[in-house]
Structures are given as C-alpha cells and as structure tokens.
C-alpha cells in the first residue's frame, strides 16, 4: 500500500454517513450542517486550509452530503470529496467573504430552503470553534420556519471507533513522533536556543518517517522551559536551554490529518530528587491506568486507577489525564469526545484510541511522559515505542 493508493473508499464514507443518519434519526433531525472541518472531512473528505471562512456540510437522511463554502474552494472540495460535483458542491460568492453589510448564512439559508430545508429540524455544531454567533442569528433570522438544535458533538461521537486504514494512519503518524522525540534528544543541550530547536522538529514533523509524508500538526509544539514549564500550554521562545532546568516537549505527529501527540520531558543536568520522585510516581502510575485499558471498562477506570496510585505516592492531578483523538484540525488534536476523568463512564471498545495524558506541573517545571493508546480486543497498544522515562542530558 502506498500513500498515492490508501485513500478512504467511497464505501468507508458512505458507512460513516449511515452511522451519523442513525444518530440524526435518535435526535429527531431532518438535516444537519457541520463545520468542524474534522467532521467534515471525515464525512466528506474535504480537506482545506479554509476554516478561516465559514463552509460546512449539509447531511439529511438521503442522498450524498453538500459541501458548501468560499467559491474558490470548490475547486479544492472538487479535489477532495467523494461526492460527485455539481450539486453536491456549492459555493458562495467572495463578496460574501469578511463583509459587515452581507453575511454567507444568508446564501446558506437559501441553499437550506432549495433542499427543501425551509421547514426542517435541523442540527448544528453550537460549541464549536468554526461557527459564530453572528452565524447562528443569521442563520436563525433568514429561515425563520425552521427548529434549530444543538448538535454538538453528533458527528464526533461516531469517530470513537476508527477503521482498519485510520489505525494505518495513525501507526504512521504515531513513527513521525517518535523520529521528532529522537531528534530532540539528539540534539538538546545548553546554550541552543529554543526557536532552534523547534525548527528542527517542525523539519522532522514534516519530512516523515518509514517513507511516508507528515502533515500539519493540529496543535503547534509545547515547549516550555523552567518556570515556564509549570503551565501546560506555552510554547517557545529564542532563550537558549539552560542546565538545572527541565522542558517538556508536548509534539504530534500527524499524517493525513491523523493525529499522534506524545509527550516527553528532558533535564539538562543533574536531576532534583523530587523530579526523580514524581518521575516514579507517574510511571507506576501510568502502569496502572493502562491496566485498565481494555474493551468493556469505563473510560474513567483509567483515570480512577492513575489517580489512586498516584495519590499513594504523595502527587495530585486535579485534571483530566487522557482524550480521545484521531483526525483533527487547529486548534486542537482532540476529538471532544471521550475523557480520562472520574464520571466519564464512556465504554471502552476494541477501534478506539486516546492521549493518555497524565502530566504533572511541580513548583519549577512540568513533567510529561504520555502515550497514545489504542484499544484492542484483549486490552491496550501503545502506539509509539518512545522510551518512557524522565529523559536526562548533562
């Protein structure tokens, strides 16, 4: 199998449209309009550096999908789906685009109304980074007849259980992050600067591994040094590492917009004693968590165990410690789905996959050793063959 030849099959696509029609039918939807571009690409295939404009995809409980968005990304949607074109591709005018007197919902609203849409119940993804609320009045405002419901997260839920060529995906991109993590270890060290650094990951990132190409990782790379490393989401700077100081590296490889972060953490010198202890606490306690990673748990048995040991060793972690993932797009490689948190009783099952994600922050740094899982028939895999451990450089 090449990377020219594994695109997903019109039949996959077709399965997954059959698995949301059925979520619609039980939310008592006629149609929905999805503008998560992962939503839309895993529905679709549509795959484009335009979720700065509004576009989305419009799926009833018949017929193939419509892609609508910024005319000249048509052609990019006619590169890119598996519909037919014609009507299943629908753009709307560039003066439509960023312009206070006009707003494209209008043009939405009237495609809505010429599928018959007028008077529909339809679903729309509320809490979701790409649809405003300008958006939402205007689309409220111009079909007045119809019922709007939040439908958040409908899209989402049936990407838990992935396919035989996402798992490839992910495999691949899971050898990209490992070929990022050695090259950071490789070549750290005091007195390089930090932008430098990230540089040559982003250069790793993209150049794959295993003969297969990266793409764009939804999250940019975290990481902060020292103090900086006691908040979770910094990035960098052009400071040049310094010994007795620790940085995390929170990176994702990424191929076909398939996503696998990983996280490693690296000292430069000689290591505090109570960095090797909470390094301690977090293996056992990832050992733990992992033992309960198998088909017919409760995606919070994870999180319960990792908590319990690590609380016996004399650590807190008052956050989520794991989320599902997949195909994702900025600003996130998350699925918004499924967590690693006491309440969540989600059942696990063989497809999935996760960020199992137990991070520390210490007084004067942060300690990340993470991995991504894949759930299996008799229990777990890690996807990556990263060393876990507390990496140390003099």
């Known amino acids: 199998m090449t990377d020219q030849d594994d695109n997903f099959s019109t039949a996959e696509y077709r399965q997954r449209i059959t698995k949301v029609r059925k979520a619609m039918e039980k939310a008592g939807l006629e149609a929905i309009f999805v503008t998560d571009p992962s939503n839309m690409a895993w529905l679709t295939g549509y795959d484009g550096w335009s979720f700065y404009v509004h576009q989305g995809v419009i799926l009833t409980l018949e017929g193939d999908p419509v892609w609508w968005g910024r005319a000249m990304d048509a052609v990019g949607a006619q590169r890119t789906v598996f519909m037919s074109h014609g009507d299943h591709i629908r753009g709307y005018d560039d003066t439509f685009v960023q312009n206070p007197e006009k ?5 939405l609203a009237a495609l809505m109304a010429e599928l018959g849409l007028k008077n529909a119940s339809i679903g729309v993804e509320m809490d979701n980074y790409y649809y405003t609320a300008k958006a939402h009045t205007v689309l409220l405002a111009h079909l007045p007849n119809a019922a709007f ?18 798992i490839t995906y992910m495999r691949r991109a899971a050898r990209i992050v490992e070929a990022m993590h050695e090259r950071v270890l490789e070549l750290a060290e005091p007195g390089l600067r930090k932008n430098e650094l ?9 150049r794959g591994a295993d003969g297969h190409w990266g793409d764009y990782p939804a999250i940019v790379p975290m990481a902060p040094s020292g103090l900086d490393a006691t908040a979770p989401h910094l990035t960098w700077d052009d400071r ?5 100081e620790a940085t995390f590296f929170e990176i994702a490889g990424a191929h076909r917009r398939y996503q696998c972060p990983q996280s490693r953490t690296l000292f430069l010198g000689e290591v505090p004693q109570k960095y090797r202890d909470a390094e301690a606490a977090v293996l056992d306690a990832i050992e733990a968590g992992l033992a309960q990673a198998k088909p017919g748990n409760q995606a919070q048995d994870i999180a319960n165990a990792f908590n319990q040991t690590l609380n016996k060793a004399g650590f807190e972690k008052d956050s989520r410690c794991g989320y599902a993932i997949g195909i994702s797009y900025p600003p996130d490689w998350g699925e918004r789905t499924i967590s690693f948190r006491r309440g969540d009783t989600t059942i696990l099952e063989p497809g999935m996959t996760f960020h199992f994600m ?19 028939q008799t229990g777990y895999e890690c996807l990556c063959n990263t060393p876990r451990s507390l990496w140390v450089k003099a």
Do not use: C, F
Not at 151 to 165: F, I, P
Not at 198 to 206: K, P, Q, R, V
Not at 358 to 376: F, M, N, Q, R, S
């Open 103 to 107: 707003h494209p919902m209008q043009e």
């Open 149 to 166: 419901a939040d439908a958040t997260g409908l899209v989402n839920w049936q990407r838990a259980v992935k396919s035989e060529l996402e």
């Open 198 to 206: 990230i540089a040559e990951i982003y250069a790793t990132a993209i």
């Open 240 to 244: 040049p590492m310094q010994k007795g």
């Open 358 to 376: 137990p991070a520390l922050w210490l007084d004067d740094g942060g300690l990340e050793i993470t991995e991504p899982i894949l759930i299996t």
